[in-house]
C-alpha cells in the first residue's frame, strides 16, 4: 500500500511539472505586440549644440483609447561622455505607422558617436524600446 501511495505521488508529481513547462496554447492567427520604434544610427548636430533624431513608431492603444487626443508618448535619451539630452513627446497610438523628428538636448552634442536610448509607451504601459550606438554629423 505504502509502495502504491508513493508511486502515485511520484508520478503525480512528474506529470505536474511536466504540464508547468510546456507553453500556454495560443492559436496560430493570434499575433501579440505592443508596439515597435526605429531611428537610423544617426542625428543631426544643431548650432545650439542638441541634436534632431527621426523616430518611426507604431503601438497599440492603450485602455484610455480616445481617437482625438494623442495616446502615448516617447521618451528619448542620448549621451555622449560631457554631454546629455532628453526629450519626451507626445504619440498617437493607433496601431498605424508613424514618424516624427525630435529635437534632444540641452547637449551640448558634439561631432562623433553617442548613445541613444529611446522609449514607446501607450497611455497605460511600455510597450517599445530600442538602444543604440549613433553617429551624430
Given at each position: 500500500?505504502?509502495?502504491?501511495?508513493?508511486?502515485?505521488?511520484?508520478?503525480?508529481?512528474?506529470?505536474?511539472?511536466?504540464?508547468?513547462l510546456?507553453?500556454?496554447?495560443?492559436?496560430?492567427?493570434?499575433?501579440?505586440?505592443?508596439?515597435?520604434?526605429?531611428?537610423?544610427?544617426?542625428?543631426?548636430?544643431?548650432?545650439?549644440?542638441?541634436?534632431?533624431?527621426?523616430?518611426?513608431?507604431?503601438?497599440?492603444?492603450?485602455?484610455?483609447?480616445?481617437?482625438?487626443?494623442?495616446?502615448?508618448?516617447?521618451?528619448?535619451?542620448?549621451?555622449?561622455?560631457?554631454?546629455?539630452?532628453?526629450?519626451?513627446?507626445?504619440?498617437?497610438?493607433?496601431?498605424?505607422?508613424?514618424?516624427?523628428?525630435?529635437?534632444?538636448?540641452?547637449?551640448?552634442?558634439?561631432?562623433g558617436?553617442?548613445?541613444?536610448?529611446?522609449?514607446?509607451?501607450?497611455?497605460?504601459?511600455?510597450?517599445?524600446?530600442?538602444?543604440?550606438?549613433?553617429?551624430?554629423?
Open positions: 500500500m505504502i509502495r502504491t501511495v508513493a508511486r502515485f505521488a511520484a508520478v503525480t508529481a512528474t506529470s505536474v511539472t511536466m504540464l508547468a510546456l507553453p500556454a496554447a495560443a492559436s496560430a492567427n493570434v499575433t501579440f505586440h505592443g508596439g515597435s520604434i526605429q531611428y537610423a544610427n544617426k542625428a543631426q548636430l544643431q548650432e545650439d549644440g542638441t541634436v534632431l533624431m527621426t523616430f518611426t513608431y507604431q503601438c497599440v492603444p492603450g485602455f484610455e483609447f480616445k481617437p482625438e487626443e494623442p495616446t502615448g508618448f516617447i521618451r528619448v535619451f542620448v549621451q555622449q561622455p560631457e554631454a546629455y539630452g532628453f526629450v519626451a513627446s507626445p504619440a498617437t497610438c493607433d496601431d498605424r505607422k508613424h514618424t516624427v523628428t525630435l529635437d534632444i538636448g540641452p547637449g551640448p552634442f558634439k561631432a558617436s553617442a548613445f541613444a536610448d529611446a522609449s514607446l509607451f501607450n497611455s497605460n504601459s511600455f510597450v517599445a524600446e530600442k538602444q543604440a550606438e549613433i553617429q551624430i554629423k
